[in-house]
């Protein structure tokens, strides 16, 4: 029998395995079958290397002459193993089709399983029929392929283990799907990335949060952390959440994804979460406070190793779990981490601001964690790697259409400070830029006039925002209660957002004739578009005007839940300040000594206690408003008839043009109300 078939058949089942363990790794709904499969495949390559090394024995084949009756089974596997690999070959054919746009698919039913896997039984069982089951005459070195054999099944036994584990696999960072997700660029979050790495090799305090907006490139930070963590053997395992990507958007397969991936960092380990698996088999289904502590705090406490590695989990995207309550366990879990001493390990974790995320870390004691939030960091070093990513982006649209001295410098500066600081928005504008369908030197024009409504790449803006805002009514179930939510939405962010100076919790509560309590309730989930402070005195601040311009396009948002109405939003500012104006004004209203009392000599609290914030806004932006409305002055907001402007010239005209002069806006009391006699007379 030529040795060459049966080696030939070895190497088509090593193949084999390979394609069958990276299915694994990628198929949802089939892992029991692969690993059936993959059992049976790793036997009868077990059993073609031991038949070909007595092939290329020539005395061991003479003194077993019926070898040469295997002739043609050998024959006969070599061809069954090669259809099996071309029906599980992903590169060709109708497999390469089905990987386009998503994971890996497992291509055999369960029955197609079933009778590969009784194929080669029956044909291991014609070779030890044909060997006559003598193994002590046909193997050279007993002991070290007993050794052997038993390695290989030991193997076989952990991955059957662990593949028992409930597993995420589109959740890591390096995985099939995340392939095209982008890392930092070079040069760019130099010092950043240093400090995480510093503290990655040294845990002095083990919990790591990195804070910040939709857009500010926490993900692209994690990944190239994870990356770097892997390329020093130093990471432990990874999850990144995302929301609306199946298992990726829940905790379920948090604790199995990071014990999978944390057997691969040590032999040692490995077979202690092998063991905990065996034990512990209804764990899996359990809650994550016990797979936690069964799958990952008990083997790395158990494990004996040569020396103390030092290990990270890198979880990126926490707040898009989709449950607040798993949020704030995980958090708890965490902690636990500090009383290992058998290994270093650390957890880097990101995510936006929001709510129960800053209040899961304000319950963990700051000697546990660091927390950094990237709005942070100097704006000089912001703007430096956003201009680096701006200059190589649309310099590799220049290379591709040949054009020459373009963009210019101060186009890429120009677009550094329109992006405020948001990583995203530059990406953003690259890509809208970029596309081959435009003239880039048109498009880039687009961009600096900060026409932000248009159509392209903002659909990308878009889709976060939206995800942000539908994610504030999760929690809610009656539809009632949502309607009511989403009014006051559009009220208080259409406020916020057709504001002309920003006001604070406290002020902006005030002008709405709403609770302190209920403004705060309700931006309570908004962190993530808006900068609010922890001071109700402090001004709220849009992270980025495309939020506002996002808000006020109908098209754009999409959700007329949460689309504000411009012109409508304004309309009611004016009745709101005006309202503002006739409540808090009066004659003399700071109770000034003498008529003829300077302004300068009034004291700043003594002018914030009678003219507060909000009345000081009104005074300075009703007509703003006004014209905001783009509405008949006459019909739309009572310039005769007892209207609330006619009102306002009859009742308190005079204790405006007063407060203006006490809060040095005089001049522009007198463009108001030019401004306001033009309406008049168009």
Known sequence: MDPGTAIAVGQVSAKILSMIWKYYSEVQDAKSNVTYLANEIQDLHNVMQKLQGLLQDDSMATEVPVLASLSGTIEQSLLDIKLLQKKLDPGTGDKLMKRVGKRLEWPLRKKEVDDWVAKFQRFKSTVNLALNTDQTSLIIDVGTNVIQLKRGQEAIEQERQLGNLPLAAEASFDSYHRQYESQCIANTRVELLQQLQTWGTNHQRPIFWLSGMAGTGKSTIARTLANNFKSKKMLGGSFFFSRGSGEANNAVRFVGTLAYHLADTSPQLKECICEAVSLHRDATRQGLRNQWKDFVIGPLSRTKFNQRPTLNFVIDALDECDSDDDIRLLLQLFVEVKDLNTIDLGIFVTSRPEIVVRLGFKDIPEITHHSLNLHDIPRRTVEHDIYILLEQGLGRISLRDKLHEWPSEDNIRSLVQ?????????ATACRFIGDTNWDPKERLSEVLQGDSAGGGDTAKLDEMYMQVLRSSLTKVQHEGEIAKLCERFRQIMGYIVALFDELSVSALAQLLSMSVKAVDLSLGTMHSVLNIPSDLESPIRLHHPSFRDFLLNEARCGDKRFYVEEALIHSKLVTSCLQAISVALNRNSCHLPTPGSSPQDIQTETLN???????????????????GTKSDLGAQHGLYNNGPIHKFFQNDFLHWLEAMSLIGKMTQGVL???????MVEV
């Open 418 to 426: 329109k992006a405020h600081r948001l990583f995203l928005y530059a």
């Open 609 to 627: 206690k009678h003219l507060p914030k909000h009345v000081q806004y009104a005074c300075q932006y009703w007509v703003n408003h006004l014209t």
């Open 672 to 678: 108001m109300i030019s401004k306001l006699a033009n």
